[in-house]
């Protein structure tokens, strides 16, 4: 993923509605009036109220299938992903209170720059927070697997970088690490991904039986990541393998954000 401390803020405008209208506004701003800004500081990432929505909801997922080698059939597996995504975060944020927001997706060829600077070295794709867009590379080593939960996890871990930004703990991690020490960056930037592992494997869970994710097969994705998840990132900000896959497990067993708490975990645990 990547991060940017400059951050948008939106504004909207509604037109004044008629009289006829008035029980379905008064309904729309009494919802809106329920919603509330996200937490700041350190308590955005130590007590968010996402932690306190409970499971994340079953939903059916028709993804589809991936083709070996068909980028076509990987964009729509990889949109329809996206959509279980939308449906089931809106979900939890309404749970929370907090206003939802889709991201962007926009899928590349080639390692495109954004407006948080350039591809991250060692990813596949990123999530950019200055615009709220999360990059998809489409590539012929990405072709080459079709197994459909692999790429599942992957989206739903850059999802849930748009998850914390708009839950308020980007905007924390961002504060954090402005003119910290290296230690103390990779420190932090490993809170992150690990709780990006974490809620990407809890919505997983909740799509399990339509992708479907077998039992078996999950204990295998889970190995994989503890012999060679932080083979791609030699300074350690993504954490060691053996710290991706507890949260992973976590985030997959519990299906909630309360399991995903990295923020107030012990340091061996995030090492």
Known sequence: MAFSLVTGVGTAN???????????????????????????GRAAATTNPLYRTGTLPNLRCATG???????????TFMTRVNRCLNLMWKTQFRKAKL???????????SKVSSPCGRWPSGAGGYYCSSNRTMYIGVTRAVLKNPYGPNHAQFMAHEYAH???????????????????????KLAFSRRLELQADCL?????RQVADDLPVEQDQWDAMVRWVDEN???????????KGR?????????????????????????????
């Open 243 to 271: 710290s991706q896959a507890y949260w992973m497990e976590r985030g997959f067993n519990a299906a909630s954000p309360s399991a995903c708490n990295t923020w107030t975990a012990s340091s061996r645990s995030v090492a």
């Open 162 to 184: 748009h998850v914390q930004q708009l839950a308020g703990i980007m905007n924390y991690y961002g504060q954090s690490v402005w003119r910290a020490r290296s230690s103390t």
């Open 200 to 204: 990407g494997s809890a919505f997983l």
């Open 14 to 40: 509604a037109a004044t509605p008629s009289t006829a209208k008035t029980s379905v506004t008064e309904t729309a701003k009494a919802s809106v009036a329920k919603e509330q800004a996200p937490p700041r």
């Open 65 to 75: 299938q991936i083709r070996a080698g068909s980028a076509a059939s990987y964009r």
């Open 229 to 239: 998840g932080h083979k791609s990132w030699p300074t350690n900000d993504h954490g």
């Open 99 to 109: 206003p939802f927001a889709q991201p962007r997706l926009r899928f590349v060829t």
